[in-house]
């Protein structure tokens, strides 16, 4: 058992158990197919494992393809306006998909699911069940009423019926795993819908975290990311101010479990005792994803961040102090209303200072039930795009200095088989233990890599969004229990009995299978 100051880590949850669905067949008996998109944030990618999961174990299976799906699983987003016009876009193509597979339905889950509800099926009455953030384990039950009663089903629930890590999984890596702490927000951020849509913060007991962080590496994975709306305010339901400190020290400790990131932390909250956790855990990496938002300190007022320029490049000093290699990233909002030209320069300033190595840049967007929307000041589309094309093209120069900084380099490569496909190069792809994008070679007569082997490789070059190893003089290969348990999988899926590596936990069987691609 795991210790964590003085609470105890003890598992307290249960798993939360799906019957099977009698609409999992088809008449002739045979399994109907499923299929899950994900639009969004992480957060959505780790709860549409939940659904994937909750659907397998109601008796359904993994379509070959989307387009062959019986059941077609939208995950949704609400952050951005372009969230709805891309759902609606895809409910718009289903719509002639469906006319043509008799017995095929549609569901629509997540974000903005809990915020439009029945809305949805009045734009696209071709939907079946429409469900929320806080009833994900509903989903098999409600395809089957809708099936039963021939009309669409919409449920969406206040409050959380199940913590969604309760619910069973189906992985999409073998190597790689996504753990829920936290679900909600208690912040009050005026452009943000999230905290009305997932509801205040919630936290899983610490046993229940490292319980499923423990299964995890037992069935193979290496990498683990801690997710929640804000990881730093873990332990605010359980009293424990320190308590994400302690959890990331306590991940540590756990045999086998090689990497560990996080995302995404709140500014005004990330404190000393959490910078010295990830600079005294060797298995936490050294790469922070820090929102920024804006570098403006009228803007951040505006924004109700409670956090001001000055302490945020505070918090990059110190991570930089602790932690020397650390690669930042973050969030950043052009166009606020009320922005001004001297508030975007503020921006522009503090991202100077910040030599992030990546950043996700936003034109801001008209949330309608956020304070923001109301706001006055509302600025005109074409200076928002010249402001960000200016940000662009900023943290485009920064990120290419902050990689080519980086030849010559010797990384860990944990192998993942990102990036386009050109067998000429032999080019495999994987993750740096900062997380920046490498594309090594393999060299002749050097066995090929599997997903979670980790290879190390000596960086020759740099693009602004990943680097080039192509020096084979210090090229190493070391195969890990993620690799076998990637084998494992394939065997599965082709129907091939496959042993067990000596001491390895039965492995499951993946939402998809992770395949290496040449670049």
């Known amino acids: 058992m795991h210790t964590l100051g003085r609470i105890s880590l003890m598992p307290s949850a249960e798993a939360t158990l799906i019957d099977p669905s009698p609409a999992a067949l088809r008449p002739d008996g045979s399994p109907r197919s499923y299929t899950v998109r994900t639009l969004g944030c992480q957060m959505n990618v780790h709860d549409s494992e939940r659904l994937s999961g909750s659907l397998e174990a109601a008796g359904y299976i993994a379509a070959d393809s989307p387009e062959s799906a019986d059941v077609y699983v939208i995950n949704t987003c609400a952050v951005r306006e372009n969230a709805a016009n891309k759902l609606y876009g895809n409910l718009g193509m289903l719509a002639a998909v469906k006319r043509e597979r008799e017995g095929m339905q549609i569901a629509v889950g997540g974000c903005l699911a809990q915020k439009d509800q029945g809305t949805i099926v009045e734009k696209a009455p071709w939907v079946d069940v429409v469900f929320g953030t806080h009833n994900m384990g509903s989903l098999p039950a409600l395809l089957e009423r809708a099936r039963h009663n021939a009309e669409a089903q919409v449920e969406i629930l206040e409050a959380l019926e199940v913590f969604p890590s309760t619910?069973?999984?189906?992985?999409?890596?073998?190597?790689?795993?996504?753990?829920?702490?936290?679900?909600?927000?208690?912040?009050?951020?005026?452009?943000?819908?999230?905290?009305?849509?997932?509801?205040?913060?919630?936290?899983?007991?610490?046993?229940?975290?490292?319980?499923?962080?423990?299964?995890?590496?037992?069935?193979?994975?290496?990498?683990?990311?801690?997710?929640?709306?804000?990881?730093?305010?873990?332990?605010?339901?359980?009293?424990?101010?320190?308590?994400?400190?302690?959890?990331?020290?306590?991940?540590?400790?756990?045999?086998?479990?090689?990497?560990?990131?996080?995302?995404?932390?709140?500014?005004?909250?990330?404190?000393?005792?959490?910078?010295?956790?990830?600079?005294e855990t060797p298995n936490v990496m050294p790469t922070l994803h820090m929102p920024l938002q804006s570098g403006s300190d009228a803007v951040l007022k505006a924004m109700r961040r409670s956090y001001r320029s000055k302490k945020y490049l505070g918090i990059l000093d110190r991570v930089r102090e602790l932690i020397p290699n650390a690669a930042i990233t973050t969030d950043i909002i052009v166009g606020f209303p009320g922005e001004t030209e001297q508030d975007f320069e503020d921006t522009m300033r503090v991202v100077e200072q910040s030599r992030f190595q990546s950043a996700f840049t936003f034109q801001y967007s008209i949330r309608p039930g956020t304070p923001a929307a109301t706001m006055e000041g509302q600025l005109p589309k074409e200076v928002v795009q010249r402001r960000y094309e200016r940000l662009l093209e900023l943290q485009e120069r920064i990120s290419l200095e902050e990689n080519h900084a980086q030849?010559?380099?010797?990384?860990?490569?944990?192998?993942?088989?990102?990036?386009?496909?050109?067998?000429?190069?032999?080019?495999?792809?994987?993750?740096?233990?900062?997380?920046?994008?490498?594309?090594?070679?393999?060299?002749?007569?050097?066995?090929?890599?599997?997903?979670?082997?980790?290879?190390?490789?000596?960086?020759?070059?740099?693009?602004?969004?990943?680097?080039?190893?192509?020096?084979?003089?210090?090229?190493a290969l070391r195969r890990t229990r993620a690799g076998d348990a990637w084998d494992r999988r394939q065997a599965e899926s082709c129907g091939v009995p496959a042993p067990a590596a000596p001491g390895d936990a039965p492995a499951s069987v993946g939402l998809g299978m992770p395949s290496i691609r040449s670049l």
């Open 167 to 279: 619910l069973p999984t189906k992985r999409d890596s073998a190597s790689s795993g996504w753990v829920s702490i936290s679900v909600g927000c208690n912040n009050t951020c005026t452009f943000c819908i999230v905290p009305s849509l997932r509801g205040k913060e919630k936290d899983r007991r610490p046993g229940d975290v490292l319980a499923e962080v423990q299964a995890l590496v037992d069935d193979g994975a290496i990498e683990v990311t801690l997710l929640g709306q804000n990881v730093n305010t873990y332990g605010v339901e359980f009293g424990d101010k320190l308590a994400f400190g302690k959890l990331l020290r306590a991940m540590g400790e756990i045999e086998g479990l090689e990497r560990v990131r996080f995302t995404s932390p709140h500014p005004a909250a990330f404190t000393e005792d959490v910078i010295e956790a990830m600079a």
């Open 407 to 475: 030849i010559g380099r010797t990384v860990q490569v944990l192998v993942s088989g990102e990036g386009r496909k050109d067998g000429a190069t032999r080019r495999l792809s994987g993750r740096a233990e900062d997380n920046r994008l490498v594309h090594f070679t393999v060299p002749a007569g050097e066995g090929e890599p599997r997903p979670g082997d980790v290879v190390t490789a000596k960086v020759t070059s740099a693009a602004p969004h990943f680097l080039i190893a192509d020096d084979e003089s210090v090229y």
